[in-house]
């Protein structure tokens, strides 16, 4: 029979019942103050699970976390505290022996509390002699709490007390003697707390003497490498795009990983239940429902469910919702509990965790069938008073109601918004639910907007037209925000009933009647205006007039919202110069249109300056950077559905073919772009001027296959009065033999083409015909003066396209070649045609020698110290080389060199 004991009365007088023996040697004990035994089962430090993923950066923290006389761990249901401090406990190096107690509910009192504490120790081997055990539940003695603190300084080293879950207890008594104990044991009381609330401790003092070291719920979170061994730990192999979208999803809740992980386990998908949100939904869906929502009072989890709607909880704004006028409280109290619930960094509102929120979205129409489309027109109309037109319209457009929605798009000038891409490109996605056909003029207005956002010009005019009928019909007149709107679309979709100038002077007057603080709101109104203005000049062939514009549009462009419009602007303006030829002035904007950022990001602005950056480079004969700037270009959805930039996207993709020597595949590339060549529908989306690009380019693949009627029959569709085509079938005529034909085509067209490409063709087309006509001196002449005109541009590939006829001049007039700066014949070993000499400034003495040392493979610091120059200065002239040599890279700046015979 195990030896019986008695323990002297603690300060209340009372005796407690007699125990057993504890290992340390001290009185045990073995029941509280109620006379229920102590479960054993709460001292024992929780097993570590069989996928543990053990986290050094955490277990590093912990190390450091004993010297101090607190540790907290806190954060939300299932972020993996007590996981955490258990594998820590039973493998860390601690500063003494670790005490374990699970604390629950049914210990929230002092007598129970204590009970468990100094059972728990002794559990543990840790003597604690002539410690009185509590007698009553309702409180404990000064004298019980004192003796254990002077029990603990007597102890030779530390002790680790880790009490799991503390949150369960609320008795302000038991923190105070808590405080008591630990302010009093001399440093031999180290204590671990896991709670998903900050105790009642006084943690504001511990904090400002340093003595607390804190691990919250941010710092639980897996990382992306954490989650992929997690996953690993069940048995799957992750891919990173999978990996990094369930971390993201659940943003490293250590409990949604987790059941994630089980549920891909089973499923026959892994990766596509890692893709679908959904999934993960249903993995967490009851977890969630019982450890978080219900664990809350009807009022909290009525305001949960309600405001599941939102992406932002504003106090407020959940008042509105709930009918309630507690929402601040309750939203305090859930973001002090880690309940998923957080506070916005800027403090306004809270943020609901991702998967909670969904969770919650699905139980709200379970819970109150129907009652989703009400709370989302209780937000719409909240944001629309308190200035959130995004919001408001999301919510509206999630109600179904649309007539509100495009209604606070009109009203407010915001038409524009839904043009200027990026972010703002949501605004049309919102849209696609909305009836193409509701009855309302503002939805129709709209309609047309989203039309044009998506290079629909005539659905856009169809819905204008449709949204006048309306407006007409109507009882009240339009706003004045409306009729400038829709004269704004007109203009942009190219309305043919009105001139450019007129239409686009209408809209600036209607635009003067509306209201001040709205056009200041939307500046994106009058650079839409001139931008628009400006597409119209150049689709008419009004280039000069065009460049103006585009000029006047990127100026205006000075509001963040404008970011993208202003590199819309300076692509089309550097595409416009780089056709013309002017290559120099195309470069510069192309490059301000790719710097152009801003802090409003605008990724949807892209296409059109990658493709203006792939035009420049392919009358460079650059046919390399041409494709490395075309494929961007072309995998953008603005481009492909632009009808301009889808067309002259076509064009550089034909020019490519036909580099790569083959022009079969150049016409496929535009009978795509053009229906098989064929005037019909496909040809109608394209203006004037463009269908004259294609059909240039056209007529320049069949003669790279040297049928002469086909190339003069592709050309019926333009105007041959035009400088550009003119030069084109002259070059045709030329081809077939007859120079005399391509002569008088460009006498007749009064000009050599537009710019300095047009100039350059038309005289390379004189001098073949004069080649024809046996007048060799009149040939060079014209080619000296195409060599002139390309030289400041680095304009090289009309000699390209011309081929080895202005080879084997060059060849014959070498002089020629080197006195404008030419390279010699060669071939890249790419196309089998072989590249025609480029125009380049000649190299100075000094760029030899460094083009020398570069030969030798040397690096810039190496050939500075050889040739006693800065490495800056290198690096210039080496930039230099490569812009006479028309290379990009060391390699071929000297392969060209030798050809040259400059080394």
């Not at 659940?250 to 999934?279: N, Y």
């Not at 998506?454 to 004045?480: I, K, V």
């Not at 200041?520 to 007039?545: I, K, N, W």
């Not at 210039?876 to 060199?897: D, M, N, P, W, Y």
Request: proline share 7%; charged share 25%.
């Amino acid at each position: 029979m195990p030896r019986r004991t008695a323990v002297a009365a603690d300060s209340g007088g009372q005796r407690a019942p007699e125990q057993d023996p504890a290992p340390g040697g001290g009185p045990g004990i073995a029941a509280t103050p109620a006379g229920d035994p102590l479960l054993a089962a709460k001292f024992e430090i929780p097993p570590a699970p069989r996928t543990l993923v053990r986290r050094r950066r955490l277990a590093d923290r912990l190390d450091g976390c004993a010297g101090a006389p607190l540790t907290l761990v806190t954060g939300p249901a299932g972020a993996g505290k007590t996981t955490l401090v258990a594998t820590w406990a039973a493998t860390a190096s601690s500063p003494g022996p670790v005490v374990w107690l699970t604390t629950e509910q049914e210990e929230n009192g002092p007598g129970p509390f204590w009970a468990y504490v100094i059972g728990a120790f002794r559990h543990c081997g840790v003597p604690l002699p002539d410690v009185p055990p509590p007698a009553t539940g309702d409180g404990v003695g000064h004298a019980t709490l004192v003796r254990l603190a002077w029990a603990l300084t007597r102890l030779p080293r530390p002790v680790v007390l880790v009490l799991d879950g503390l949150e369960q207890l609320t008795d302000r008594r038991i923190t105070d003697g808590l405080d008591f104990v630990l302010g009093h044991a001399a440093g031999r009381l180290r204590l671990v707390v896991t709670s998903r609330v900050e105790p009642l401790l006084p943690l504001h003092r511990y904090r400002t003497q340093g003595l607390i070291e804190e691990i919250r719920g941010a710092d639980l979170a897996f990382t992306g490498v954490e989650a992929r061994r997690l996953l690993e730990r069940h048995g799957l192999k992750p891919s990173e795009q999978s990996t990094t979208a369930l971390v993201e999803r659940t943003q490293g809740w250590a409990a949604g990983l987790r059941l994630c992980a089980l549920a891909m386990r089973r499923s026959d998908d892994p990766e596509g239940f890692a893709r679908s949100f959904a999934a993960s939904r249903q993995a967490v869906a009851d977890y969630l429902l019982a450890e978080v929502l219900r664990a809350h009072p009807a009022p909290t989890q009525e305001l949960l469910l309600r405001t599941s709607i939102l992406d932002r909880i504003t106090p407020s704004l959940a008042d509105e919702l709930t009918g309630r006028s507690d929402a601040s409280r309750i939203l305090t109290s859930l973001a002090h509990a880690n309940s998923l619930v957080e506070p916005t960094r800027d403090g306004l509102g809270y943020d609901c965790h991702p998967l909670f929120a969904a969770v919650l979205r699905a139980h709200l129409r379970i819970r109150h069938p129907g009652l989703e489309p009400e709370l989302h027109r209780r937000a719409a109309r909240w944001y629309a008073e308190h200035g959130g037109s995004t919001r408001a319209l999301r919510h509206a457009g999630a109600a179904g109601d649309w007539g509100h929605a495009a209604g606070l798009v009109v009203d407010r000038l915001a038409v524009g918004r839904l043009l200027t891409g990026g972010n703002d490109d949501r605004l049309v996605r919102l849209f696609d639910a909305m009836p193409d056909e509701f009855p309302a003029p503002a939805a129709a207005l709209v309609a047309a907007a989203c039309s044009l956002a998506r290079h629909d010009r005539p659905g856009c005019r169809a819905r204008l037209a449709r949204a006048q009928a309306l407006f007409d019909a109507a009882a009240d007149p339009p706003s004045a925000a409306a009729r400038a709107e829709h004269a704004l679309l007109r203009l942009l979709s190219g309305d043919a009933a009105q001139t450019p100038e007129t239409s686009a002077a209408r809209t600036s007057g209607l635009l003067d009647r509306v209201p001040a603080h709205l056009l200041a709101e939307h500046p994106e109104a009058e650079s839409l205006r001139l931008l628009g203005l400006a597409v119209r000049l150049l689709g008419e062939d009004r280039t000069d007039e065009a460049e103006a514009a585009f000029r006047d549009a990127a100026a205006s462009c000075t509001a963040p919202v404008t970011d993208g419009l202003r590199r819309e602007c300076l692509a089309r303006l550097a595409l416009t110069e780089s056709l013309r030829g002017d290559l120099r002035r195309a470069e510069e904007h192309a490059l301000r249109a790719n710097a152009a950022d801003g802090a409003h990001r605008t990724p949807a602005r892209r296409g059109a300056a990658a493709l203006a950056m792939a035009v420049l480079a392919t009358e460079r004969a650059d046919f390399a950077d041409a494709r490395r700037h075309l494929h961007p270009a072309c995998e953008e959805e603005a481009v492909r559905l632009d009808p301009c930039l889808a067309a002259e996207s076509a064009v550089v993709r034909s020019r490519l073919g036909l580099h790569d020597g083959s022009p079969q595949q150049a016409l496929a590339v535009l009978d795509a772009a053009t229906g098989d060549g064929r005037a019909g529908p496909s040809l109608e989306r394209y203006p004037r001027r463009t269908l004259e690009r294609l059909a240039i380019a056209r007529s320049a693949a069949h003669l790279a296959r040297c049928d002469h009627e086909q190339a003069l029959s592709a050309l019926d569709v333009a105007e041959p009065s035009d400088g550009a085509v003119a030069v084109a079938l002259a070059r045709a005529h030329c081809a077939a033999g007859d120079p005399a034909r391509a002569r008088r085509l460009l006498a007749a067209a009064g000009r050599h083409g537009t710019g300095p490409a047009g100039h350059v063709r038309s005289r390379l087309v004189l001098a073949r015909a004069a080649l024809l006509a046996g007048d060799r001196a009149a040939a060079d002449g014209w080619v000296a003066q195409a060599l002139e005109t390309a030289r400041p541009e680095l304009l090289r590939l009309p000699f390209v396209e011309e081929g080895p006829w202005l080879r084997r001049l060059l060849e014959r007039r070498t002089d020629l070649a080197r006195s404008h700066g030419w390279l010699s014949p060669e071939r890249d070993g790419t196309d089998g045609a072989g590249s025609v000499p480029a125009p380049a400034e000649p190299l100075t003495g000094r760029e030899r020698d460094v083009l020398r040392c570069a030969s030798r493979m040397l690096s810039t610091a190496e050939i500075a110290d050889e040739l006693g120059l800065s490495a800056n200065t290198v690096k210039t002239h080496l930039r230099s080389i490569f812009r006479k040599l028309s290379v990009s890279r060391r390699g071929e700046a000297v392969r060209r060199a030798v050809r040259l015979g400059v080394l």
